[in-house]
């Protein structure tokens, strides 16, 4: 059974950080691209970042370069996402997914696995 479970969201300040983990289960982790999206009340989903698990390939979003840093232990099955310098328009519930892609990762593209959610609220 494939499984995708995040952890480590949370209430923070402006300009506080926290690190979201995702732990994968149920598939050949390194053969997959592992993305980060999150979904704000009222609002489309957003990618965010993405990293091919074998290659380290990246990709990020306009909105948090510079902020927001991906890095993947493979020998966990886990991803993690980085938020630093966090602002109150990051508040969001954030997902991660999972497609089959040993090269490369990409944000547009539709990924087939989706864990639960964790709810992110960055307070004023």
């Known amino acids: 059974e494939v499984q995708l479970v995040e952890s480590g969201g949370g209430l923070v300040q402006i300009g506080g950080s926290l690190r979201l983990s995702c732990e994968a289960s149920g598939f050949p982790f390194d053969d997959y691209a592992i993305g980060w999206f999150r979904q704000a009340p009222g609002k489309e989903r957003e990618g965010v970042l993405c990293i091919s698990n074998s290659d380290n390939h990246r990709e990020y979003a306009d909105s948090v370069k510079g902020r927001f840093t991906i890095s993947s232990d493979n020998a966990k099955n886990t991803v993690y996402l980085q938020m630093n310098a966090l602002k109150p328009e990051d508040t969001a519930v954030y997902y991660c997914?999972?497609?089959?892609?040993?090269?490369?990762?990409?944000?547009?593209?539709?990924?087939?696995?989706w864990g639960q959610g964790t709810q992110v609220t960055v307070s004023s």
């Open positions: 997914a999972a497609v089959y892609n040993p090269i490369l990762c990409a944000l547009h593209v539709a990924y087939g696995y």
